[in-house]
T-cell receptor, first 119, second 110 residues
């Protein structure tokens, strides 16, 4: 149990276009989801906290108008990178905190990540 | 915001125990200690977590110092599949955000 999926796993886009990444909790409900970014050879950096039905909370230095987050249901959060540029190329990872029985409810379950390359 | 300190890298021989240390001297009374590991190009995988008492699960053991200013993740018998970057993270009781440190890259030698 407690599986998180991301789609797509890999995307290549042209500079100036927008890219949407989906994060789904497959077998549990998550009121809170998190988005991270990871550059090569570096650690994960928390970008934002997403709560179902409310606006996301962004970490300092993360542009909310560039990284649009929507958490419309208890199993789905989306991250849209608007007007992507080469410097946005990174590994984007989501996680979800479970509320469901049979899972560990005070930790985060991570998705497999999405590799974004902006040309 | 990372409040943990870990060695950058460690090596272990296969089938031997591994002790991965983590210092968190500024831990507050309500912070939980979480351990995750990450393989290249994958999301982090939950390993174990605890608050004050030592914890055991099928993957590992977590030994927490009495003053909670440090902890040690113990892999009882390292396998090649345990080669990964191991992150020690403090989770506040409210907010639940994770701020990752640099982690320890574990190499397992056959």
């Amino acid at each position: 149990g407690a599986v998180v999926s991301q789609h797509p796993s890999r995307v290549i886009c042209k500079s100036g276009t927008s890219v949407k990444i989906e994060c789904r909790s497959l077998d549990f409900q998550a009121t809170t989801m998190f988005w991270y970014r990871q550059f090569p050879k570096q650690s994960l950096m928390l970008m934002a906290t997403s709560n179902e039905g409310s606006k996301a909370t962004y970490e300092q230095g993360v542009e909310k108008d560039k990284f649009l987050i929507n958490h419309a249901s208890l199993t789905l959060s989306t991250l849209t990178v608007t007007s992507a540029h080469p410097e946005d190329s990174s590994f984007y990872i989501c996680s979800a905190r479970s509320l469901s029985a049979g899972t560990i409810t005070d930790t985060q379950y991570f998705g497999p990540g999405t590799r974004l390359t902006v040309l | 915001d990372a409040k943990t300190t870990q060695p950058n890298s460690m090596e272990s021989n296969e089938e031997e125990p591994v002790h991965l240390p983590c210092n968190h001297s500024t831990i507050s009374g309500t912070d939980y200690i979480h351990w995750y590991r990450q393989l290249p190009s994958q999301g982090p995988e939950y390993v174990i977590h605890g608050l004050t008492s030592n914890v055991n699960n099928r993957m590992a053991s977590l030994a927490i110092a009495e003053d909670r200013k440090s902890s040690t993740l113990i892999l009882h018998r390292a396998t090649l599949r345990d080669a990964a970057v191991y992150y020690c993270i403090l989770r506040p009781n409210t907010g639940n955000q994770f701020y990752f440190g640099t982690g320890t890259s574990l190499t397992v030698i056959p």
